[in-house]
């Protein structure tokens, strides 16, 4: 894969994610040409040699209109309800359309916690895997039905790109009604572009992304960034683009700039992908500057010294947030000592831990190899 030149040739696996409003009109009917369409285009490289992975949202939307809602339900009970019937619906489409290329595919419901925890995630892989081998697409989505908030990833970007960085993915493709990442509000401005490539999101990106009606706009660019970003550190390349635009699958792959491409930066190994975007925060580390600074530009391990305050009640081996003198997230980690231990050590040099705890079995409270920055 070549930056600049889009050059996609070399992609063999794909996580293609169908946002809701692409597969659904706005009365709440599943939009059955599009679907098939995008559902052809899917077969199509599969039968290049690509692999693909789906992941489709609208199990909620198709359920509620099924269930003869107007709008979509507010209780947790009634969307789970929605997301129960939907969700079959959309397999009864998918599986029609692919049949009629030759494609078989195989559903698959996951929750947060198919993420966080590492024998469920490893589980996961292996299935994903199996399909792949034997020549199946994987079909998936939250398994919204049983997911309350707790426990759900909650978007269906992130939710992709999680499962990018399991199957080790070569190319994430986000299609939904938004073209791309917009330089300015498309709704408001009329001179709006789109910013053909992107090779950091910087915060100001974010923020400007986040913020309801503000400049890059529409609400599901906050998603996307943020799955974006999580590819960039899984060493994948995210392509955001419209599902409508003709053909567009295939003209991505082709390496026709289309949409927005955001380019990995770092690619950082299984473990610390787990670290910094699948395990569940137990707790915070507050750090000085000294520490925040030795951790960000130089690389090191953090220490009790550089502890100032610690938050949540962790085990070791718990992941932890650490975070800078501004109360900014910095990095998260692994930690070696529980939270009564590191309230106990913190702010100590690492030859008083032996006698503040009466035993040591580490001098760094996060190993460098175990701590993943800029998350
Ligand atoms: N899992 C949800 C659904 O299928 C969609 C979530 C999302 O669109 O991000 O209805």
Not at 166 to 194: E, H, M, Q, R, W
Not at 246 to 252: E, H, K, L, Y
Not at 260 to 279: G, H
Not at 299 to 314: A, N, Q, R, W, Y
Request: charged fraction near 20%; hydrophobic fraction near 40%; aromatic fraction near 6%.
């Amino acid at each position: 894969m070549r930056k600049q030149a889009r050059d996609f040739n070399d992609v063999r696996r794909t996580v293609v994610k169908i946002g809701s409003s692409s597969l659904i009109y706005s009365t709440g009917k599943p939009n059955l040409a599009q679907m098939e369409n995008l559902v052809r285009q899917m077969a199509d490289i599969h039968n290049r040699g690509v692999d693909v992975l789906l992941v489709t949202s609208g199990a909620i939307g198709v359920g509620f209109n099924r269930l003869g809602y107007s709008q979509k339900p507010k209780s947790i009970p009634e969307k789970q309800a929605a997301a129960a019937v939907g969700q079959g619906m959309l397999m009864h489409l998918y599986e029609k359309f692919f049949d009629e290329y030759g494609v078989v595919v195989g559903q698959i419901l996951l929750t947060r916690e198919d993420f966080s925890d590492r024998r469920r995630f490893l589980n996961a892989r292996n299935t994903m895997y199996a399909l792949l081998g034997m020549g199946v697409i994987p079909v998936i989505n939250e398994n919204d039905t049983v997911a309350v908030d707790e426990i759900k990833v909650g978007d269906n970007d992130t939710l992709a790109a999680q499962v990018a960085g399991l199957v080790d993915a070569d190319l994430l493709l986000l299609l939904s009604d938004i073209d791309g990442l917009y330089n300015a509000n498309p709704k408001t401005d009329p001179g709006a572009v789109v910013i053909p490539m992107v090779t950091e999101i910087t915060r100001e990106l974010e923020s400007a992304a986040g913020g309801s009606g503000s400049a890059v706009g529409t609400g599901g660019m906050a998603t996307k960034l943020h799955a974006a970003r999580m590819a960039m550190h899984f060493g994948l390349a995210t392509v955001v683009a419209g599902a409508g635009t003709g053909d567009v699958i295939r003209r991505v792959l082709a390496g026709e700039e289309l949409g927005t491409v955001f380019w990995p930066s770092v690619r950082l190994d299984n473990k610390k992908r787990w670290i910094a975007y699948c395990a569940t925060v137990q707790g915070k580390l507050f750090l000085d500057e000294g520490a925040a600074q030795a951790l960000a530009r130089r690389g090191k391990s953090l220490l009790p010294s550089g502890i100032t305050g610690v938050e949540g009640d962790f085990e070791i081996g718990n992941t932890v947030s650490l975070v800078g003198p501004d109360g900014v997230e910095i990095a998260r980690g692994i930690v070696n000592y529980s939270a009564r231990e590191v309230n106990l050590i913190k702010g100590l040099h690492t030859h008083d831990i032996q006698k503040t705890l009466g035993h040591k079995d580490y001098d760094e409270v996060v190993h460098r190899n175990n701590l993943v920055l800029d998350v």
